[in-house]
C-alpha cells in the first residue's frame, strides 16, 4: 500500500503517502519549484516543513539535454519530489517537444518519487468536443505508459480530465478505474483559481471524488491559496501544488488565511510568522525588490503550511464543518463555495 487514510471528516482524510524518499502526511500542498532559480532556497522550505515539492521533468529534461541526472543529487534534496510531466506547458503552448513515452521513461530513470503521465489538459477555453479529445488522448497515453511504469516503486498520478465539462470529468473519473494507478489527480484549474471561481472548482473536486477508486489519493493541480484549500478537503482532496507563495511576492501581494492584499496598502503585517515577526511593513517596502520578493514569499509559504496544520487539527476534533462555515463569511465566492458543499452534504 503506498496511501494509508487513518483519519476522516467528511469526505477528506488525514493519510501518509509512502514513496522511496519518505512519507507525506496529507493534506499536503507541494510547492512548484524552479530547478535553476529557486528562491526562496530549498532550505527554506524544509524549515518551514514541507516534506516534498513538485517541479517539472519537462523543464529539467530540456536543460539537461535530455541527459539522466539523479534529480534529488542535482537538487541535493532527500526527501521526496513529485514532477509534472510538461502538462502546463501543454496547455499554455499547444505542444511540448517530447512524447509520452520519453518524458514517463525519463521521470522514471531520474528517479522522481511521484510522476505525473504527459495528458492532455482540457483548460477553459476548449469546446466540448475538443475536450472530449483530450480525456480520449488522457486515457490512451495513460494506457500507453503501463508497460513502463509497472515495475517500478514509484507513485504514478492519472490526471483526470474533462473540466469544467461535468459530464467528460465523470466520464474521465469513471474510467479511470480500469487503470492501476496509485494517484490521481484533477488538471486545468488555475483559470478557474484566478476568477475566484472557487464554486466551480469545488463542485469538480466533489464529482470526481465520488467517481474515483476512494481508498487513491487526488490530488488538485495549481491549488495555491489558503482560501479555498478547507473546502476541497472536505469534499476530498488530498494533495495541491502551486508557485503561488513566489507569483505572488513578485507583484508584492501578501497572502493571508481569508484573502490576499498588496503590501503597499499594509501599515501593518496581520502575521506573527519568522518574517512579519522581523520586518514591519514599512521595513518591507523599504527594501529592494528581490529581496522583498524573497520575504514575501516565505511569510506566503508560512500561510499555506498554518492553513494545512489548522484543516488537520479541524479534522481532528471533528471541527471541519465549523471551520467551512466560519470561512464562508469572509469572502462572497467562499460563500458560493460552501454552498456547493451544503448541496453534497449528505454524501459527505
Same mark, same amino acid.
Given at each position: 500500500?503506498?496511501?494509508?487514510?487513518?483519519?476522516?471528516?467528511?469526505?477528506?482524510?488525514?493519510?501518509?503517502?509512502?514513496?522511496?524518499?519518505?512519507?507525506?502526511?496529507?493534506?499536503?500542498?507541494? =510547492?512548484?519549484?524552479?530547478?535553476?532559480?529557486? !528562491?526562496? $532556497?530549498?532550505?527554506?522550505?524544509?524549515?518551514?516543513?514541507?516534506?516534498?515539492?513538485?517541479?517539472?521533468?519537462?523543464?529539467?529534461?530540456?536543460?539537461?539535454?535530455? !541527459?539522466?541526472?539523479?534529480?534529488?543529487?542535482?537538487?541535493?534534496? /532527500?526527501?521526496?519530489?513529485?514532477?509534472?510531466?510538461?502538462?502546463?506547458?501543454?496547455?499554455?503552448?499547444?505542444?511540448?517537444?517530447?512524447?509520452?513515452?520519453?518524458?514517463?521513461?525519463?521521470?522514471?530513470?531520474?528517479?522522481?518519487?511521484?510522476?505525473?503521465?504527459?495528458?492532455?489538459?482540457?483548460?477553459?477555453?476548449?469546446?466540448?468536443?475538443?475536450?472530449?479529445?483530450?480525456?480520449?488522448?488522457?486515457?490512451?497515453?495513460?494506457?500507453?505508459?503501463?508497460?513502463?511504469?509497472?515495475?517500478?516503486?514509484?507513485?504514478?498520478?492519472?490526471?483526470?480530465?474533462?473540466?469544467?465539462?461535468?459530464?467528460?470529468?465523470?466520464?474521465?473519473?469513471?474510467?479511470?478505474?480500469?487503470?492501476?494507478?496509485?494517484?490521481?489527480?484533477? $488538471? /486545468?484549474?488555475?483559470?478557474?483559481?484566478?476568477?475566484?471561481?472557487?464554486?466551480?472548482?469545488?463542485?469538480?473536486?466533489?464529482?470526481?471524488?465520488?467517481?474515483?477508486?476512494?481508498?487513491?489519493?487526488?490530488?488538485?493541480?495549481?491549488?495555491?491559496? =489558503?482560501?479555498?484549500?478547507?473546502?476541497?478537503?472536505?469534499? $476530498?482532496?488530498?494533495?495541491?501544488?502551486?508557485?503561488?507563495?513566489?507569483?505572488?511576492?513578485?507583484? $508584492?501581494?501578501?497572502?493571508?488565511?481569508?484573502?490576499?492584499?498588496?503590501?503597499?496598502?499594509?501599515?501593518?503585517? =496581520?502575521?506573527?510568522?519568522?518574517?512579519?515577526?522581523?520586518? /514591519?511593513?514599512?521595513?518591507?517596502?523599504?527594501?529592494?525588490?528581490?529581496?522583498?520578493?524573497?520575504?514575501?514569499?516565505?511569510?506566503?509559504?508560512?500561510?499555506?503550511?498554518?492553513?494545512?496544520?489548522?484543516?488537520?487539527?479541524?479534522?481532528?476534533?471533528?471541527?471541519?464543518?465549523?471551520?467551512?462555515?466560519?470561512?464562508?463569511?469572509?469572502? =462572497? /465566492?467562499?460563500?458560493?463555495?460552501?454552498?456547493?458543499?451544503?448541496?453534497?452534504?449528505?454524501?459527505?
Amino acid at each position: 500500500m503506498y496511501f494509508e487514510p487513518r483519519e476522516y471528516e467528511l469526505a477528506g482524510r488525514i493519510g501518509k503517502l509512502r514513496t522511496r524518499h519518505g512519507v507525506i502526511e496529507t493534506p499536503f500542498l507541494f =510547492p512548484v519549484v524552479d530547478p535553476v532559480r529557486q !528562491a526562496p $532556497g530549498l532550505n527554506v522550505l524544509h524549515e518551514i516543513g514541507y516534506d516534498g515539492f513538485i517541479t517539472n521533468a519537462y523543464l529539467f529534461y530540456k536543460r539537461n539535454n535530455g !541527459a539522466v541526472r539523479s534529480i534529488h543529487q542535482a537538487l541535493n534534496w /532527500s526527501k521526496p519530489i513529485m514532477t509534472d510531466s510538461g502538462g502546463y506547458q501543454v496547455l499554455v503552448y499547444g505542444d511540448v517537444e517530447v512524447d509520452n513515452k520519453t518524458i514517463v521513461e525519463y521521470e522514471k530513470n531520474i528517479g522522481v518519487d511521484i510522476g505525473v503521465i504527459l495528458d492532455v489538459p482540457t483548460g477553459s477555453k476548449m469546446t466540448w468536443e475538443e475536450a472530449l479529445k483530450a480525456v480520449r488522448e488522457t486515457y490512451r497515453r495513460a494506457a500507453e505508459a503501463l508497460p513502463l511504469i509497472m515495475d517500478s516503486d514509484q507513485v504514478w498520478v492519472l490526471p483526470i480530465q474533462g473540466s469544467p465539462y461535468k459530464d467528460l470529468l465523470v466520464r474521465s473519473s469513471i474510467q479511470a478505474w480500469r487503470l492501476p494507478y496509485q494517484m490521481y489527480a484533477i $488538471g /486545468s484549474p488555475t483559470l478557474l483559481l484566478e476568477k475566484y471561481e472557487y464554486r466551480v472548482i469545488v463542485e469538480l473536486t466533489a464529482l470526481a471524488k465520488l467517481h474515483l477508486p476512494p481508498d487513491r489519493p487526488l490530488h488538485v493541480f495549481g491549488v495555491g491559496h =489558503p482560501m479555498i484549500i478547507p473546502f476541497l478537503v472536505a469534499v $476530498g482532496a488530498d494533495f495541491f501544488d502551486s508557485a503561488s507563495y513566489i507569483l505572488y511576492a513578485r507583484d $508584492g501581494r501578501y497572502m493571508t488565511e481569508t484573502g490576499t492584499k498588496n503590501i503597499s496598502d499594509l501599515t501593518y503585517l =496581520p502575521c506573527n510568522c519568522p518574517v512579519c515577526s522581523r520586518y /514591519s511593513a514599512e521595513e518591507l517596502k523599504e527594501l529592494g525588490s528581490r529581496e522583498r520578493e524573497e520575504l514575501l514569499a516565505t511569510h506566503n509559504l508560512h500561510v499555506l503550511m498554518k492553513e494545512l496544520r489548522n484543516v488537520k487539527q479541524h479534522k481532528r476534533e471533528g471541527r471541519l464543518w465549523e471551520l467551512l462555515e466560519y470561512r464562508s463569511k469572509s469572502h =462572497p /465566492s467562499l460563500r458560493r463555495a460552501f454552498h456547493v458543499v451544503r448541496k453534497y452534504r449528505d454524501i459527505l
